[in-house]
C-alpha cells in the first residue's frame, strides 16, 4: 500500500503513524533504534506490506498491468488503491480528507526530527503538492506516478498507467473495496498482536 493507506491503517497513533510513515526508509534491525511506539509502526508496515503482496486480489489488479510494466506492477497498484481509497474517503473516516491530511502534515512537522533523513528531504514536497489530498483525482494520481516513473529514469513507463487506470476503473475499484475490508481487519489484529510484544 501507499502513503495514505499506511497512515489510516495506524489507527490514530500517533507513534505508529510515524513508523508506518518512515518504515521503507529503516532497514533490516535498524528499527530497534526508535521508540517502541515508532517500532510497533514500522513493523506494521512491513507487515501490511508482505499481506498485501500475497493477497489473491491485489494479486489479480497485478497481474492486469504485469505485461506491460513488469515488477513495477506491485508498486502501480499501491498508489492506484490509495487513490480509491481517497475518492471514497467518506467510506472510511468522519473526518473529511482534507481535514485529514492537514492534521497528518502537522504532525510530521512536529515530529521532524524523528523522520528519516530521505523523507525529511522529501517532507516539504509531499506538503506543498499536497499529495495525500492529490490522491482522490486521476490527474492528482497522474502527476504523482509521473514523478514515480522520473524516480525511475523513465525507465518504468510508469507514467503510463493512468491508461489502464481509466479503462479498467471498475475492476481495479472493486478489488480495492474487497481487498482493503480483509487489509483494515489484518491490520487492527496486528497492531494489537504488536502491542503484546
Partial sequence: MNYLAHIYLSNEEEEITLGNFIADGVKGKKYVQFPL?????????????????????????????????????????????????????????????????????????SNFDRLTPRIQKMMPYMIEQNWLLSYASIDGIGKILDQMNRRTNNQSKMNLAVIELTKYYKEFEEEFTLFFEDLKKYSKNKITELKRL
Fill in 37 to 109: 511506539g515508532i517500532q510497533q509502526g514500522i513493523l506494521l508496515h512491513r507487515a501490511i506490506d508482505s499481506y498485501t503482496d500475497a493477497h489473491p486480489i491485489v494479486r489479480k489488479s497485478t497481474k492486469r498491468l504485469h505485461k506491460k510494466y513488469s515488477h513495477y506492477s506491485g508498486v502501480i497498484v499501491d498508489i492506484l488503491y490509495d487513490h480509491f481509497l481517497a475518492k471514497n474517503w467518506t467510506q472510511y473516516h468522519s473526518i473529511p480528507l482534507h481535514k485529514y491530511t492537514e492534521n497528518f502534515y502537522n504532525l510530521i512537522n
